[in-house]
T-cell receptor, first 115, second 114 residues
């Protein structure tokens, strides 16, 4: 079975400061991991994905995430927050190479960015 | 531009009424999905389809029905049996059902009870 825990329901940062959104996963199989972003009343947009290649994954808009198997973590970071980063972020896991892609979503972290 | 179109953006349902949410994609994707999003609960899978004329129940299929008569279209019907339908509904598609293909999402339909 797979599960995802997003450790913070809300994270507040100031514009220009670093962002850290934490995600821990549990998976019976080698996982694929994704981060998605959702702006209000919009669908989800893929930020980045990990599928057993490089453990440091670079995504869009300056975000990156590092897969740490020993810590079962896949935290999302950005060196400098922008006002437009304010949104909800979802960490998602699915088992790798097992056929159908059933995604398991975390409960989300709302990022607030103040001027 | 390729993408997923969901309509309507807002929908209201009366007691005892069935309503249908539309989802159309022009990405030539084989697999399509319906999710329900409630505050603080992330997304939950309602139904999915890996190929035309075939679909399977997800985790919360009760009170919902789907069809997949065309590759581009995957409508969701919220029936009167769904007692708590108020939610944000998201449709997604992927190139195949395999795990290394990310899912692409539409902008959602917000359903409310009158």
């Amino acid at each position: 079975a797979q599960s995802v825990t997003q450790l913070d329901s809300h994270v507040s940062v100031s514009e220009g400061t670093p962002v850290l959104l934490r995600c821990n996963y549990s998976s019976s199989y080698s996982p694929s991991l994704f981060w998605y972003v959702q702006h209000p009343n919009k669908g989800l947009q893929l930020l980045l994905k990990y599928t057993s290649a490089a453990t440091l994954v670079k995504g869009i808009n300056g975000f990156e995430a590092e897969f740490k198997k020993s810590e079962t973590s896949f935290h999302l970071t950005k060196p400098s927050a922008h006002m437009s980063d304010a949104a909800e972020y979802f960490c998602v896991v699915t088992p790798l190479n097992t056929g159908f892609q059933k995604l398991v979503f975390g409960t989300g972290t709302r990022l607030l960015v103040s001027p | 531009d390729g993408g997923i179109t969901q309509s309507p953006k807002y929908l209201f349902r009366k007691e005892g009424q069935n309503v249908t949410l539309s989802c159309e994609q022009n990405l030539n994707h084989d697999a399509m999905y319906w999710y329900r999003q409630d505050p603080g609960q992330g997304l939950r899978l309602i139904y999915y389809s890996q190929i035309v004329n075939d679909f399977q129940k997800g985790d919360i299929a009760e009170g919902y029905s789907v069809s997949r008569e065309k590759k581009e279209s995957f409508p969701l019907t919220v029936t009167s049996a769904q007692k708590n339908p108020t939610a944000f509904y998201l449709c997604a598609s992927s190139a195949t059902g395999l795990d290394n293909q990310p899912q692409h999402f539409g902008d959602g339909t917000r359903l409310s009870i009158l």
